[in-house]
């Protein structure tokens, strides 16, 4: 009994699984326990006495008062040494004796009755495991992931892959590649494939890529953008697609939940970001062209862009297309409203533009010339948009407007870029003359237009 108190005072537990597998038996120290054999030396002198052959009765012995005395005095000291024996060897050993091991194993049920328990009529959130307490059941959340996992399925990941040329440095054979240039994220608006996301997305795509959550590749035919809103519209070869419920971006108010769900830095597909509306209406000047935006202070990353921004309800409420970037912004990000966005992305779906819209006809692309006569080196430089192409039949044409015309001015302001032209020309109506200034060979000359609206 000794060795096995200074058995569990070493607490190793590998040494404490060997012997519960092996479980020992204790023997109990009779020599500690005291059991004294002159308690019974009373019995034995009657036994011995009773042994006799039994002739005859013997003669009887009288006993004086003065042997009574001397007999109980014995007794008592002998009663009294035996009890003083047994207190020592418990309070030596602090262990109970055989009796009391036997009660203790009786009584252990009754004493234990909780622990003891059938493991199935215990709450598992409360029943210990190696002492730590463990709960399996899911928590009840503030139903954000009811409302992300009905939107989600409908938020695509996108990239872009243009041709490039295989040759390095300044050497080229003429060959090119494709190779994925860029990446975005898009919205499926209909279970047959329409898909909406940003202009700047797609837009010098010569081809598109969609995934969808599950991971399913396609590719996308775009069917129609608009550089003014930032909108486009794409479509894939699909059926039976999980469509986003569309809601109004009118009924939103500043501290209103928001969720914007896209791909991140283009490998984080459907990452979903949590925020508030931090601003409605906000006047935002992106690539020199202005648009009034949402503002949101949900996670916006490059990737992002044409995803969705949906609200507490899991409806639709806008299109994620910009974020306030700097050393020190945190936390601004923008949307295009849907109220904004859903007669835009009607137009294209139905037609491939934007109906009742002041039109141009003409391609543009940005060019930078030099100005001055101070040499190479003392020159200053420009940019304008020069007149890459122009449609036939169009507001351009029928004004006189030519291929390589430099614009250097529209309706009087000073242009250095075809978005501030594009900014400028939905100020004006279909039907509304503008002059516009060109820079043709070595003379300048103003070409007043009559804006039409765009047929195809």
Known sequence: MENNWKWYEQQNPQQNAQQSEQPQQSQPNYGQYNYSTNANSGYNAYGAGNGGSGNGSKPKKFVTMTQMIVTVIVAALLFTGAGLAIGRGISANNE???QEVLSNATTAPEQNNTANAPAATQDPATQPSNGIKTNDSRAEGDGSTSVVQSSMSSVVSIDIEAE??????????????SETVGSGSGVILTSDGYIVTNNHVVSGADKIK?????????EAQLIGADSYTDLAVIKIDAENLPAATVGSS??????????????PLGVLATSVSKGIVSGLDREVTIDGQQMTLMQVNASVNPGNSGGGLFNADGELVGIVNSKASGENVEGIG???PMDTAKSVITDLMDHGFVTGRPYLGIVMQNVAFTTG???FFGSSYT???????????SAAEKAGLKVNDIILAFGGEQITSSSEISALLYGYNVGDTVTITVQRGSEQIDVDVTLGERQS
């Open 334 to 336: 923008f949307a295009i």
């Open 383 to 393: 940019t304008h948009p020069q007149i890459y192409s122009i449609e036939s039949g």
């Open 96 to 98: 109970p004796t055989q």
């Open 250 to 263: 009118s009924t939103l108010m500043v501290g209103d939940t928001v969720y914007a769900i896209g791909n």
């Open 210 to 218: 969609v995934y969808l959550q599950d991971g399913t590749e396609y």
């Open 164 to 177: 490039v040329s295989t040759g390095r440095y300044w050497y080229s054979n003429g060959e090119t590649e």
């Open 373 to 375: 006569n101070r040499g």
